[in-house]
């Protein structure tokens, strides 16, 4: 998995609390990325970083939040979990230069009861 | 309507059989191309990558990308049960935005 270390795997919570998920890379790329993968959606981006403390949102921003403190670390945040936020979470890295290739994470499992 | 369209299958086909798994999308400005493969409950896996049109081969697959048409494929010559997965592709304009089709399911029956 490219140097990408998801956690937790697996997280079960309840409706209304918060949950944060970490992404740690080993590969010094630039650029991170939180995917959600859903049945029928695909993978859709959430936020990505671009650096340190620089981050953008993606299609499906509302209701998640990111941060990035360190080059290797990347977390997003669900600061109200609600049951349409059970997914499998993916984070990516990339180089990012333009073209660049991304590398995926083993995934991180959430449900939301 | 969506930015790169996938049939999810899903697709099952006989071992040693020619796959073809193809997109379609939207916008011409598209320029890099990717597939991967995901096999159940792990991350996608990067397979191919081309940036041209044209045919780009490696082992047993080839990625064909068909600008004009705004057409992508990913062939797989003498499929194997190995290859049972599931093949996403994925097309970006630069260094962000990447977009995924929904992902075609393959079974290779032995």
């Known amino acids: 998995d490219a140097g990408i270390t998801q956690s937790p795997r697996h997280k079960v919570t309840e409706t209304g609390t918060p949950v944060t998920l970490r992404c740690h890379q080993t590969?010094?790329?630039?650029?991170m990325y939180w995917y959600r993968q859903d049945p029928g959606h695909g993978l859709r981006l959430i936020h990505y970083?671009?650096?340190?403390?620089?981050?953008d949102k993606g299609e499906v921003s509302d209701g998640y939040s990111v941060s990035r403190s360190k080059t290797e670390d990347f977390l997003l945040t669900l600061e109200s979990a609600t049951s349409s936020q059970t997914s499998v979470y993916f984070c990516?890295?990339?180089?990012?230069?333009?073209?660049?290739?991304?590398?995926f994470g083993p995934g991180t499992r959430l449900t939301v009861l | 309507q969506k930015e790169v369209e996938q049939d999810p299958g899903p697709l099952s086909v006989p071992e040693g059989a020619i796959v073809s798994l193809n997109c379609t999308y939207s916008?011409?400005?598209?320029?890099?191309f990717m597939w991967y493969r995901q096999y159940s409950r792990k991350g996608p896996e990067l397979l191919m990558y081309t940036y041209s049109s044209g045919n780009k081969e490696d082992g047993r697959f080839t990625a064909q990308v068909d600008k004009s048409s705004k057409y992508i494929s990913l062939f797989i010559r003498d499929s194997q049960p190995s290859d049972s997965a599931t093949y996403l592709c994925?097309?970006?304009?630069?260094?962000?935005?990447?977009?995924f089709g929904t992902g075609t399911r393959l079974t290779v029956i032995p």
């Open positions: 990516a890295i990339s180089e990012g230069t333009s073209g660049g290739r991304e590398f």
């Open positions: 994925a097309i970006r304009t630069g260094a962000n935005n990447l977009f």
């Open positions: 916008n011409s400005a598209f320029q890099y």
């Open positions: 590969e010094n790329h630039r650029y």
């Open positions: 970083s671009y650096g340190v403390k620089d981050t």
